[in-house]
């Protein structure tokens, strides 16, 4: 189905993989910047993790604009409940698996800093797999639940 977007969605499913780039890369500095660092070098597979999560969440949120021109208020269609959730569970378990595991504070409050480094780093490929698994499943749903078909002309 991704055959079928028209220039809409592919400016949407861009500005949306950048946001997402943005949004999981500068916390969690996979994408340079001088207002956070981390303690513990990126492994190589945090890398694919991001862009993979990424071009997930833009082309994710590109199934909810709509194709052809509308009304402004018209522009986006209605989520189902539970692709949200996929949507969203799968971004937070993206981004935990990405991030620093002695830099997130929730980690090395529940586990120590020992904890986050001997338990939560290498569960955090395990994360990856399921954020993205989540995210790409929610976008299957998401294409499939789209009716495209094409009306006979009119024979009046």
Known sequence: MLRTFGRRRWLAAAAGTIGALL????PTDLVPNPIFGRQ?????????ALVLTAVLAGLLLATYVRNEPAAAEDVLAAPERADQ???TVGGLLSFLAIGC????KLVVIALGSSGAISWFEPLQPVLAVAGIGLLAYALQRRLRSEVACELAP???
């Open 40 to 48: 513990i070098e990126a492994p190589t597979w945090s890398y694919v």
């Open 101 to 104: 595991p002695t830099c997130n």
């Open 154 to 156: 009119s024979t009046r």
């Open 85 to 87: 959730r996929r949507f």
């Open 23 to 26: 949004v999981l890369g500068l």
